[in-house]
């Protein structure tokens, strides 16, 4: 069975940065489009940043310039490096991957979400 296992959330002051990384773990035959999405209070879930498995690289204008997402394959796992945070930053992270699990067509997967907090 395929599991995304998400760490790197916590506290930081305005204008820190945190790291967030995503694991896909289980019986994976390929892993395609790696991407990190974001929910604050009262608010719909919103895309933060795509990267395919080209590495081709997609961002939210909101975070542009200061996040990076960047993958490591042979790891089965993605990065979000976020750099300048804000108070509008914080959210709950959950990171999204399109997987081929092996004998299995592809689906998409979604981790169980890590909190970011930015607050002085």
């Known amino acids: 069975q395929v599991q995304l296992a998400e760490s790197g959330g916590g506290l930081v002051q305005p204008g820190g940065s945190l790291r967030l990384s995503c694991a896909a773990s289980?019986?994976?035959?390929?892993?395609?489009?790696m991407g990190w999405y974001r929910q604050a209070p009262g608010k719909q879930r919103e895309l933060v940043a795509l990267i395919t498995s080209g590495g081709s690289t997609n961002y939210a204008d909101s975070v542009k310039g200061r996040f990076t997402i960047s993958r490591d394959n042979a790891k089965k796992t993605w990065y979000l490096q976020m750099n300048s945070l804000k108070p509008e930053d914080t959210a709950v992270y959950y990171c999204?991957?399109?997987?081929?699990?092996?004998?299995?067509?592809?689906?998409?997967?979604w981790g169980q979400g890590t909190q970011v907090a930015v607050s002085s």
């Open positions: 999204n991957a399109d997987i081929r699990a092996s004998f299995q067509s592809s689906r998409n997967y």
């Open positions: 289980g019986m994976i035959f390929s892993i395609n489009t």
